[in-house]
């Protein structure tokens, strides 16, 4: 897990849509982050817990990501065909809980409101290397891969992974909005909505739809191939 | 028993997933605009699983999105069987019920629902607004309206409306009034203006109203009239730099530049149409293409002092001062006389901090005053 420490960060971006607007600073308590997307691996072992085949929390299988052989095949990739509650789940059980959406976008974009983890622009030349994130690229073969896989796109606190690969589930509900709404400290998101808030763009979409201050509402009864999640805990307040 | 049982659990189990796969099939297809296939795949999916809520939703946006009013409400319908607390399909199936198919009654139903759970619903509530004026209940439709309490200026004009059917003439040039501070172009809003302002004997007023109400027509049908011109004869260079004229009147800055655009496409040579669209990328604080703009323009007149100060202005606006400060100095060099270049390099030198220079030019400023 990587520490996030209190303080104040830019919330939203006028470029990407005006559910992300008005740009706001936001102040955040601290909390930790784990540096990488679950794993194929790592819930295999709720999914032990909760019953295996016959669980709720059973990921969808998909042509190229069977579930359980995926645990075998690609354990490191990032577990996919997930709910919103399955994730939810999963958190609960490990002790931690989803991010909400303003914790999720600080550990992207850090301080000082970069677009994508890395930079302001997509093809950055860091330490050589131009490809900082699984997106979607033309004339290849698309699909997730493993954590971790593009280091040069981790972000200013070293997550990995927050642009592309898989969108990742929050806490909050969608809210068009909230953005008008929103308290400056500690937002959780609407009361109610249809959809909660997925980020982060994956292996489908391309280079635009992955920056750090995009918002997606997907329903959350029901996984899809390039939706998973990450986890939050929160830093225990030593009196 | 117990082995049958089993069974029917994997047959079911597989089939929910065979549902599932479709549906992400869907929503792939539709993130890549394939929206056959996307219908294809929510289908199926629907078909192995009724219960699939979010896959009638998709399937009634896709029908929204293509005005097949009768089936969108059918999956809509059907995505709130599935689940009761799906606000957004049921503030879809109001919608459709209103916009598609005129069913007033039925949309107020649907909207009612979503309001009762999430007040904040802006777009429920202008709808349910809109629903009882088509019902002929002006005071409901002002009681949900004035809930919304937004600047936006859609829900303001609805609500102006509102007021005005109950006779609330104040209440409603307050509204109208709100819709034309965000959006002085709007033709109605100060047309109704007028109305009221009759009604309320403000002759003065009422005029006035009137007259933008009217200035704003006439631009409107130029516009209209030279779109449809320009649809059949296209490469009229001077049609759309008229039209691009008349979209900078109505701040349209985007729509302006893209007439402008097609203006330089087909006469590059004409330097008031190159001028014209840096002008409109400036208004739209699109400042590198500006500068690009007024760079070709400066090496092609490289005497305008204009020219000069427009480019100084667009690198300015990006931060790059030492570069507009060197244009300004040459703008200045060719027209000493000029004050605005004089105050240009005021504003700019104090901003690099270089005060004596700032105070010099502001000194000349005030003399050619």
Not at chain 1, 170 to 194: F, L, R, V
Not at chain 2, 47 to 74: K, Y
Not at chain 2, 129 to 138: E, I, K, S
Not at chain 2, 259 to 271: D, K, L
Request: proline share 4%.
């Amino acid at each position: 897990m990587i520490e996030i420490p209190a303080g104040t960060f830019i919330m939203g971006h006028p470029s990407c849509g005006n559910d992300a607007t008005p740009v706001r600073r936001i102040y955040l308590d601290t909390f930790f982050i784990s540096k990488y997307e679950i794993t194929n691996a790592e819930y295999y072992a709720f999914w032990i817990s909760a019953g295996q085949q016959s669980s709720q929390h059973t990921p969808i299988s998909y042509p190229k990501a069977i579930w359980p052989q995926a645990t075998i095949n690609k354990p490191d990739h990032p577990v996919i065909g997930i709910s919103w509650y399955s994730a939810n789940a999963y958190a609960g059980w490990a002790g931690g809980r989803l991010p909400t959406e303003a914790e999720w976008e600080k550990a992207a974009r850090g301080k000082h409101g970069l677009i994508w983890p890395w930079g302001d622009q997509f093809n950055l030349l860091i330490q050589g290397i131009e490809t900082h994130a699984n997106v979607w690229q033309d004339n290849r073969i698309n699909g997730t891969t493993t954590v971790g896989k593009y280091p040069t796109g981790d972000s200013p606190y070293g997550v990995s992974d927050l642009a592309g690969n898989v969108w990742e589930w929050t806490a909050d509900w969608y809210g068009e909005q909230y953005y008008h709404q929103a308290k400056g400290k500690n937002p959780t998101g609407p009361s109610i909505g249809s959809w909660r808030t997925v980020r982060g763009g994956a292996w489908l979409n391309k280079a635009d739809a992955a920056r750090s201050s995009i918002r997606l509402g997907q329903h959350p009864s029901i996984g899809a191939s390039f939706i998973g999640f990450r986890l939050v805990k929160q830093a225990i307040n030593v009196q | 028993m117990v082995i049958l049982f089993l069974i029917a659990s994997l047959i079911v189990g597989t089939t929910k997933n065979q549902a599932a796969v479709d549906y992400d099939a869907g929503l792939r297809a539709a993130s890549h605009q394939q929206i056959s296939l996307a219908i294809e795949h929510f289908q199926q999916a629907v078909q192995i699983d009724p219960d699939l809520s979010d896959a009638h939703f998709r399937l009634g946006l896709i029908f929204t999105n293509h005005e097949q009013w009768r089936r969108a409400i059918q999956s809509f319908g059907k995505a709130i069987m599935a689940d009761p607390n799906y606000l957004e399909a049921r503030y879809r199936l109001g919608e459709a019920y209103l916009v598609g198919t005129a069913q007033a009654v039925e949309a107020a139903e649907q909207l009612k629902s979503v309001i009762a759970a999430d007040p904040n619903h802006l777009a429920a509530r202008q709808l349910l607004g809109q629903a009882h004026l088509r019902l002929h209940q002006p005071e409901l439709a002002v009681a949900i309206l004035e809930k919304a309490q937004s600047a936006d200026p859609t829900i303001n004009y609805d609500l102006g409306l509102a007021r005005y059917r109950t006779a609330d003439l104040q209440g409603a040039v307050d509204s109208f009034q709100q819709v034309v501070s965000v959006q002085p172009n709007h033709v109605q809003a100060h047309f109704h203006l007028a109305q009221c302002y009759r009604q309320l004997g403000q002759g003065q007023k009422s005029k006035q109203s009137l007259h933008t109400f009217e200035l704003l027509r006439q631009q409107a049908d130029q516009i209209a009239n030279l779109q449809q011109y320009l649809a059949v004869d296209s490469s009229n260079a001077r049609a759309w730099a008229q039209l691009g004229r008349l979209f900078l009147r109505q701040e349209a800055w985007t729509e302006a530049i893209s007439a402008f655009q097609n203006g330089v496409t087909h006469q590059p040579t004409e330097a008031s149409f190159c001028e014209q669209l840096g002008y409109a990328y400036m208004k739209n604080q699109d400042y590198s293409s500006a500068q690009l703009i007024f760079q070709e323009l400066t090496q092609r007149y490289p005497q305008s002092v204009e020219y000069r100060n427009s480019l100084g202005i667009s690198l300015a606006m990006q931060n790059l001062l030492p570069e507009a400060i060197s244009q300004f100095e040459t703008a200045r060099q060719l027209d000493p006389t000029d004050p605005q270049i004089h105050f240009n390099l005021y504003r700019f030198y104090q901003k690099t901090g270089d005060r004596r220079r700032a105070q010099q030019a502001f000194q000349r400023y005030q003399q050619l005053q």
